[in-house]
């Protein structure tokens, strides 16, 4: 997946060579949110970007192209799996229900719904 935007702890990580002994700890979670959001957009086909809301559209077109999410290697979507595991992490189990994480669980729920509309 293209590295524009992306969050630095996934740069980090891959220079770690990957470890999963070694894993980022996010320490803002909610500034890692709005760039995570941010890459994620990115990510996104342009039909899922048409709408003037900041949300993503979920309607799928007869047409839909899904290229450029389409990167099984360790380098594509099991990255963004991985980046929203580090984000969870990073916040307290007791606080998570707390309405500032909602961002979270929103992208959990949007890649969610891209890996079953895959």
Partial sequence: LPAKGRPEDVQWWIKRGKSFDNMPCVKKPAEFGVIWWGWWKNLQPLWRRVDDSDNLLREIPADAEWSCLLYGDSNGLAIVVM????WLRAIE????????HAP???????????LDAL
């Fill in 93 to 100: 189990p007791a606080k998570r229900g707390a309405s500032e």
């Fill in 83 to 86: 980046t929203l595991a580090w």
């Fill in 104 to 114: 979270l669980f929103d992208a959990i729920a949007d890649v969610s719904w891209v």
